[in-house]
């Protein structure tokens, strides 16, 4: 279902972290790519905390443990979702 809102991407964007961190049915996720010059040779990395993606992140020193290349850190993605378990139990 789409819906419109005048509510600016920013102050969206802060609401889905703020819910996202207190409320038990709005998840997260993290993806962040390499910059692989060939762009079928893009590898995606998916997280689900943010504690794992400094992990990751450290532990290959910001590139790819695929091919090498480095990761985008300056455009990491955030994915949204209803946890389904959560909405299940109602």
């Known amino acids: 279902m789409y ?4 509510i600016s991407v920013d102050t969206i964007q802060d609401l889905l972290i703020d819910l996202s961190f207190n409320c038990p049915y709005l998840g997260t996720k993290f ?3 390499c910059k692989n010059e060939e762009h079928e040779m893009t590898h995606p990395f998916e997280f689900t905390t943010r504690k794992e993606l400094k992990e990751f992140l450290l532990l290959n020193s910001s590139n790819c443990s ?3 290349a480095p990761l985008d850190v300056n455009n990491i993605r955030v994915n949204f ?3 389904q378990e959560m909405l299940k139990a109602l």
Do not use: D, H, L
């Open 31 to 33: 993806i962040v790519f």
């Open 3 to 6: 819906r419109k809102t005048r």
């Open 66 to 68: 695929e091919c090498g």
């Open 81 to 83: 979702y209803k946890k």
